[in-house]
């Protein structure tokens, strides 16, 4: 059963760092696309970054510069480091993979994690 | 990457037909034939319901259907029952390895 454990967030002030982490289980990281989606408080899903392949990445205009995605093969372990963070960045973050034979469709999600950025 | 655009809500009784609209550009949704469909029920993580535009993701009934024409994507829900009462959101491929979603639209069910 494919499973993901998301941890990390919390509150933080403007212009600080998060590292939230994902933790996979009934498939390997490295053999997926994995991407992050986040949700504002009350708005929409907003799609903010993927890892695919061996190791290329992509980003959300919004946070361009500013979030890493990562992952540990080892320990089966997706990663967003999170920069320069905004008030605009609060958001619930949700770790996320596609189903088989998908190609753009997040069938699975984790529980999400809360990052609140504020002074 | 412009949110798609959805209605902010929709409404019906139960055992009707409801028709969710998600407008996009010529650079995502009218393009690429890769538009989903995600339920989210309020505290909870979205459900994935239809994936390329028209393929029932694993479990789903099929009172839920998807469609495209153009630059519009639709979820049709027939048989509305309490449960269906959700967010619902669609989103889709941008090209070069990006997504995009909808706003969300609240689904009453009467």
């Known amino acids: 059963e494919v499973q993901l454990v998301e941890s990390g967030g919390g509150f933080i002030q403007p212009g600080g760092s998060l590292r939230l982490s994902c933790a996979a289980s009934?498939?390997?990281?490295?053999?997926?696309?994995m991407s992050w989606v986040r949700q504002a408080p009350g708005k929409g899903l907003e799609w903010v970054s993927i890892?695919?392949?061996?190791?290329?990445?992509n980003y959300a205009d919004s946070v361009k510069g500013r979030f890493t995605i990562s992952r540990d093969n080892s320990k089966n372990t997706l990663y967003l480091q999170l920069n320069n963070l905004r008030a605009d960045d609060t958001a619930v973050y949700y770790c996320?993979?596609?189903?088989?034979?998908?190609?753009?469709?997040?069938?699975?999600w984790g529980q999400g994690t809360l990052v609140t950025v504020s002074s | 990457q412009s949110a798609l655009t959805q209605p902010r809500s929709v409404s019906g009784s139960p055992g009707q037909s409801v028709t969710i609209s998600c407008t996009g550009t010529s650079t995502d949704l009218g393009t690429y034939t890769y538009v989903s469909w995600y339920q989210q029920h309020p505290g909870k993580a979205p459900k994935l319901m239809i994936y390329d535009v028209h393929k029932r993701a694993s479990g789903v009934p099929d009172r839920f259907s998807g469609s495209k024409s153009g630059n519009t994507a639709s979820l049709t829900i027939s048989g509305l029952q309490a449960d269906d009462e959700a967010e619902y959101f669609c989103g889709s491929y941008a090209g070069a390895y990006t997504g995009v979603f909808g706003g969300g639209t609240k689904l009453t069910v009467l």
């Open positions: 996320v993979r596609g189903g088989s034979a998908m190609f753009w469709a997040f069938e699975h």
């Open positions: 009934g498939f390997t990281v490295s053999s997926n696309h």
């Open positions: 890892i695919y392949n061996a190791d290329d990445r």
